[in-house]
């Protein structure tokens, strides 16, 4: 589908390629070759990572028809209205020079105006640049975005800055961490990539005993298997690393893993999870993850560490992720903004009714638990 883009330089055109399109594959390759790497929730194969979506790629094209700028959405079933889709783009702002932003902001509110089926588009701006989320945020004001009070994934995190040496980047971590990392040699674990298939129900047993322990309701968003497939796809933009027990064989050898994303210009630790094994209380499973994943980003180009996220509590405060937050606080105490979500439904009516019903099925599910 080729959209129009009048505001745009005359002769720029929008492109909306779906999964499986070569032109997509194409402009991929092309904005890689000039320097400029999807984040991993833009490039091909992520439905394969995210249960129930059909992806996107909306491409800004020069008149001489080369791929300047391009981003990758999400679309999923609307469930408060049926028939309806939901747009989502995550890690928006990294991945476009800045020089499109403008453009790629008008391309994103003209593709969800012309599908009349779409109900309501959601945007991550991510970056932890202030100047670059106001000037994003402008822009998406002045194409009627609204700013959401809250964020999906989380709007401050822990960051390491990777400028630094691997050596002068170790030696600033906790001696509580560098302990870990070094007794990796003494034990019978290793550290490795997922790459085996298999390991998928593993992965989401692993996620559920962790979200258990700090007492929140583990949900099957991601398909395990296929974030296998996808980071051997694309290593460049995902790793998929575990600490596996040397002594022991099957699934259950897994002890707990970690997930990375590669945002454009940094990466992110999205996502893991940790057995509590009896007969080795003394290993450290997610420190050496973590390393593995920084190393990555470093040697991949990042400028900077997500560590997944920041709260302000600690083990001992009350709050259920505050002993996560002391965990991460040994890698790196520096906190960051770095997210916010924009919202913008472009056809006021369906919008309208969605709320309705979405009120109502609170309110029954509110009357069914009295």
Known sequence: MVAPNSATAPAVRVEVLPEGSPDREACERA???EGVRLPLPHRIG??????????????LREP???????FGMYSAASRALPGFRLLRVERFGEGVPRAHWAAAVRALAEVARQEPRVLRVSVEVFSRDDNARATLGELLAQNDFVRAPTTRNWGRTFALDLQPSEDELFGSFSPTVRRAIRSVAKLPVQVRSLDDRRLGRRLDALSSETFARTGARYQEVWDWEGVIELSRRVPDASRLVGLFRSDREGPD?????A????NGQSVSYFAGASSRPSDLPGVGIVHPLFWDLILWAKRAGATWFDLGGATDGTASSGDPLGGISEFKRRFSKETVDV?????FE?????????????????????VARR
């Open 31 to 33: 904005l890689a070759i």
């Open 346 to 366: 472009p056809h006021a009516f369906p919008a309208r009714v969605a709320a309705l019903v979405s009120t109502g099925a609170a309110w029954l599910r509110q």
């Open 253 to 257: 050898a897994l002890l707990g893993f």
């Open 64 to 70: 001489d028809g080369r791929c300047a700028a391009a």
């Open 259 to 262: 997930w990375g994303w590669w």
């Open 46 to 59: 992520w439905p394969q990572a995210r249960r129930g979506v059909a992806s996107l790629l909306v491409a």
């Open 339 to 343: 997210a916010e979500d924009w919202n």
